[in-house]
């Protein structure tokens, strides 16, 4: 039996609620998410890992973020290229055709600026998940860099 700490995952009972806790990896291959509010077998398709916190807030792998307002959404991501948790986001480029666009996170701040340049300017905030709301994905219009 293998345990994680910090994820939250779809239960498996009927309402289908999210659960948040250490992750338990059954022998039987079940997984299990164990809380203060008990045990829930979930959904493993939906395991997502606490990637950082910031003024109380919690965000999680698989989470929709906005900053800046709310006109740019972007996912949190692990890259398996990069080895690395980042912000992703499609954008259009000068042909039409969507790109993807990635930033590594370094406790959940994109390598640019400092951690507290970014944390106060950015203001990150969660607005869902792929899962619940994959309608916030946007792609994003191209703009000309002058």
């Known amino acids: 039996m293998n345990v994680s700490i910090g994820y939250k995952a779809r239960a498996k009972d009927s309402l289908g609620n999210w659960v948040y806790g250490y992750v338990v990896q059954h022998n039987s291959g079940m997984v299990s998410i164990e809380s203060p509010c008990g045990s829930f077998y ?7 890992k606490l990637v950082f916190t910031h003024s109380s807030d919690e965000f999680y792998e698989k989470d929709i973020v906005t900053w800046f307002g709310g006109d740019s959404t972007a996912q949190i991501i692990f890259d398996k290229n990069s080895f690395a948790y980042v ?3 499609s954008k259009m480029n000068k042909e039409g055709k969507a790109t993807d666009v990635f930033i590594p996170l370094v406790h959940g701040v994109p390598l640019q600026g400092t951690l507290e340049e970014f944390m106060d300017a950015i203001r990150y905030k969660v607005v869902g998940n792929v ?3 994959p309608h916030l994905i946007k792609v994003l219009p191209y703009t000309e860099v002058v």
């Open 131 to 133: 899962f619940d709301d």
């Open 87 to 89: 912000l992703h986001w």
């Open 42 to 48: 979930v959904d493993p398709s939906t395991l997502c």
